[in-house]
């Protein structure tokens, strides 16, 4: 695995610089390096299967678990320790996994590990000490690094196999793109168990040779104590979380001017985030897009090259495509499908077949199920998912168009639309929304906001207020939830 050598030579090479801080400590190159080995022997005693699982919190535990899980040439497989013990465990059956790296802490919070699993507690571990040194194990670039599982926002969750390649190209293309070989200090919140901060928030700093500052727990306070000690020049978060920073009345300027790149993935990013921030903080947030099947990003847009509405041009090495329904390529400016090809493309889904054949077309483009468009300067432009996009009186109209006019009244913190079955439309739109502290729910109020600036027939006609939405682990709305505690009620 080509990404392996570089990462343990970064680390020997600089054995006193600190390269993670987290809540419990620093890291320095030769800490992570001497842990990865003690880690590596404690598996090795533990189980001979491939595939190892892990259940830690955002911190230096994981990048140790990773890299020792990588010297024997096995397989990681990141676990969500926010799920349900009955989806974690067919999660864990799925993956063929006996034994579990994790800390006492997580396990109580997760409610437990089934029994037939073996744990591997890293709080209960000495690190002190040099163990036997060992040659990483060779592998090729094209086996299996990582087995991630996608957050389940449509049945079963699904198993995306990640190589060595996958997760190196990905890394390469971020640094490429972004036009530095270092980034001093990169900070962030993101779970290490989703592809955004496994590969960002992880493997790029270790690969880069940069400073991760991590905390477990999103907690805009401890957050701008941290922009102000550590001044990182790149910060990586989902819109949930720079939309609760600018809700921080303590938050100025000042603490985000060491930024240089302010990343923005998982979700759509609110057009009321991006320009509070600009006009707030004076900062650009840079919006991105990709996919756990993609390892994850496939586009961003840089500082210098901002679009609105835009989440940039493809990353080098990416070739994207936007097609109709039967698969023919659209021109310039038209809606379709976003189909996507590259080394960063995973090589399938474990155990799934005839669903890996599915998204792959004739050329191998990965068929992402997303709409939208590219213009004349290659920016791509994500207008929704297929199968959350609403037929009213045979016109295609997507959530997401609904929701930043939602989210522009200003009592509204938050919003999701979905659609439910109409006798003379076929479908009409449904909206939920969270408020802003302290606000009335006026829905009469907020139906007049929406006839200002939609066509009539994309008006909801039922607004409810709800005190939180449905999310997933990286604050991705479920409206598959809310669509499912609607029908129930009918």
């Not at 590990?113 to 163990?131: A, N, T, W």
Request: glycine content about 8%; overall charge negative; charged content about 25%.
């Amino acid at each position: 695995m080509r990404l392996l050598k570089p990462i343990l030579r970064k680390l020997l090479l600089g054995p006193r610089q600190v390269r993670i801080v987290d809540d419990q400590r620093s890291w320095r190159g030769l800490d992570l390096y001497v842990a990865a080995l003690h880690m590596a022997r404690a598996i090795e005693r533990t189980t001979s299967r491939e595939h190892i699982g892990f259940m830690l919190p955002t911190s230096g535990l994981c990048p140790v678990a990773l890299l020792a899980t990588w010297m024997l040439g096995r397989t990681s497989v990141p676990l969500n320790y926010l799920l349900s013990e009955e989806e974690r465990a067919y999660i864990i059956d799925d993956a063929e996994l006996d034994a579990v790296v994790t800390v006492t802490p997580m396990v109580e919070f997760a409610g437990g590990l089934p029994e037939s699993v073996k744990q591997i507690r890293m709080d209960e571990m000495s690190f002190g000490g040099l163990p036997p040194l060992r040659r990483a194990k060779q592998r090729s670039d094209d086996d299996m690094a990582v087995l991630l599982y996608t957050s389940g926002t449509s049945g079963r969750p699904k198993g995306v196999m990640l190589t060595g390649d996958n997760l190196s190209s990905n890394v390469e293309q971020c640094l490429e793109f972004i036009g530095v070989e270092r980034i001093p200090v990169i900070m962030g919140v993101l779970p290490q168990f989703h592809s955004f901060g496994l590969t960002a928030l992880t493997l790029l700093p270790l690969a880069a040779g940069s400073k991760a500052v991590y905390t477990a727990r999103f907690v805009p306070a401890r957050i701008l104590k941290l922009l102000q000690k550590h001044r990182p020049t790149v910060m990586i978060a989902i819109p949930s979380m720079y939309n609760a920073l600018l809700s921080a009345k303590s938050a100025t300027a000042d603490h985000f001017s060491s930024l240089q790149i302010a990343a923005s993935g998982g979700e759509p990013l609110p057009a009321a985030v991006f320009d509070g921030f600009r006009e707030r903080f004076g900062l650009v947030l840079n919006e991105g897009y990709g996919l756990t099947e993609t390892s994850p990003v496939s586009n961003l847009c840089r500082p210098d090259e901002h679009k609105r509405h835009s989440v940039g041009p493809c990353l080098p090495r990416v070739e994207e495509k936007i097609v109709d329904p039967d698969g023919n390529r659209l021109s310039s400016g038209a809606e379709g499908e976003v189909c996507i090809k590259g080394p960063n493309v995973m090589s399938g889904y474990f155990k799934l077949p005839d669903e890996t054949a599915a998204v792959f077309d004739d050329e191998g483009f990965f068929r992402t199920g997303d709409m939208g468009k590219v213009d004349e300067d290659g920016h791509l432009f994500i207008t929704g998912r297929i199968k959350e996009m609403l037929i009213i009186g045979g016109d295609n109209v997507f959530p997401r168009e609904i929701e930043e006019v939602l989210n522009q009244h200003a009592t509204v913190h938050a919003s999701a639309v979905i659609g439910v079955v109409d006798e003379s439309r076929g479908e009409t739109a449904m909206a939920f929304v969270e408020l802003e502290e302290g606000a009335q729910f006026d829905e009469r109020a907020l139906r007049a906001h929406c006839r200002e600036r939609l066509a009539q027939f994309k008006v909801p006609r039922e607004i409810r207020v709800i005190e939180t939405l449905p999310r997933n682990p990286t604050g991705k709305i479920m409206r598959r939830e809310l669509s499912a505690a609607t029908a129930s009620l009918a």
